[in-house]
């Protein structure tokens, strides 16, 4: 069975401390590796998608990288504007293009 | 451009009544997503549309759980008889042809709530 566990379920920042958030998975086959932010009350964001193992991708100060059994959010001097729910979703091979989601991790950025 | 909109965003229903979700999705978004989201969990699939074909409905858990899309555009998700455990955010998502590009894009969801 396709499955997403993500880690840690929760973290508290201090404004500036860079940190990582893990997404491991377990597939018959990648299609592709996705990050979603979610704000509360708000649907998921798109932030990246990754493809093969060793791919990275940057955007501001979030950089995602990827393995063949897991990936990497890692966040460079967070701001609390950071603060969210981070979500890892794997799409499969040869099947349906949804997405199965893990449980998300809740980023918590004081000031 | 306009992304995902769903309506209505917020839904009150004693037990036992029927409700309808709607999506309009991305103009020129081919796929189409239905997900359910539990308050502290991550969505969890419910069926999808390839323009007007339903493709997947795998993640649907009653038969009273129904989705189309008749035009291959706007989608509605009904529930019959609504039960308790229904109660959750349901998200919306449209994809461009995924030759090009397959991320989904999410809409804000319509939050439900079960007397």
């Known amino acids: 069975e396709d499955q997403v566990t993500q880690s840690p379920e929760a973290l508290r920042l201090q404004e500036g401390e860079s940190s990582s958030l893990n997404c491991s998975y377990t597939v018959s086959g990648l299609r592709g590796l996705f990050w979603y932010r979610q704000d509360p009350g708000k649907g998921p964001e798109f932030l990246f998608t990754l493809y093969s193992a060793g791919e990275e991708k940057e955007k501001e100060r979030l950089k995602a990288t990827l393995t063949k059994k897991e990936s990497f959010l890692h966040i460079t001097a967070p701001k609390p504007e950071d603060s969210a729910t981070y979500l890892c979703a794997v799409q499969v091979k040869g099947g349906s293009e949804k997405l199965v989601f893990g449980k998300g991790t809740k980023l918590t950025v004081n000031p | 451009g306009a992304g995902v909109s769903q309506s209505p965003r917020y839904k009150v229903a004693k037990r036992g009544q029927d409700v309808a979700l709607r999506c309009d999705p991305i103009s020129g978004h081919v796929s189409l997503f239905w997900y359910q989201q539990a308050l502290g969990q991550g969505p969890e699939f419910l069926t999808y549309?390839?323009?007007?074909?339903?493709?997947?409905k795998s993640g649907l858990p009653s038969d009273r759980f129904f989705a189309e899309r008749p035009e291959g555009s706007v989608s509605t998700l009904k529930i019959q008889r609504t039960q308790q455990e229904d109660s959750a955010v349901y998200l919306c998502?449209?994809?461009?042809?995924?030759?090009?590009?397959?991320?989904?894009?999410f809409g804000p969801g319509t939050r439900l709530t079960v007397l």
């Open positions: 998502a449209s994809s461009p042809p995924w030759l090009l590009i397959n991320e989904q894009f």
């Open positions: 549309f390839q323009n007007e074909a339903q493709l997947d």
